[in-house]
């Protein structure tokens, strides 16, 4: 799980940065960035036990208390990313048919969040967290795969391998 964490996190990382030469204007790459750091933190620092819920801060290791704060930033960040992104994505025309699609993905993971949030799914709210998360990480991927897709050259929307 560490190992995951991290990879995740160094390649939303990586890709954030990529996503600077198609949104340069936008603030979604750097919350792209930040979501990745956040996530390989959250890894990295591990939760004291496998309960979703606890005592909260008290009686909490140091470590437990830094994957909380890491996974609050990742998670805001990945909610908020795809949002901001679409935004701009609307505007481009090599962009706008993944807006709605990425923006719809980032309200759903955000609807799963609430729900995680309210426990009101318990005892499965571990599985609800993981959707949230997924969803959230599909429409990275979704952005992913349109950069990949678009040709090569000056202001094709896709970084050029120098």
């Known amino acids: 799980m560490i190992a995951g964490f991290v990879v995740l996190g160094a390649c939303s990382a990586g890709f954030g940065a990529a996503l600077r030469t198609v949104a340069p204007q936008s603030g979604?790459?750097?919350?792209?960035?930040?979501?990745?750091?956040?996530?390989?933190?959250?890894g990295v620092f591990r939760r004291d036990h496998m309960l979703l819920t606890g005592p909260g801060f008290a009686g909490e290791s140091w470590h437990n208390q830094i994957h909380d704060v890491a996974s609050a930033v990742a998670y805001a960040a990945m909610l908020t990313a795809p949002l901001v992104l679409a935004r701009q994505?609307?505007?481009?025309?090599?962009?706008a048919v993944i807006a709605r699609p990425v923006q719809v993905l980032a309200l759903a993971s955000a609807a799963a969040m609430a729900v995680f949030a309210s426990r009101v799914a318990e005892p499965s709210n571990g599985a609800v967290q993981r959707i949230a998360v997924t969803l959230a990480?599909?429409?990275e991927a979704l952005a992913a795969a349109r950069m990949l897709m678009l040709p090569e050259g000056p202001?094709?929307?896709r970084p050029s391998p120098c």
């Open 155 to 157: 202001g094709a929307g």
């Open 89 to 95: 994505f609307r505007a481009d025309p090599r962009w």
């Open 137 to 139: 990480l599909a429409a």
């Open 28 to 42: 979604g790459p750097w919350l792209v960035v930040a979501g990745g750091a956040a996530a390989a933190a959250a």
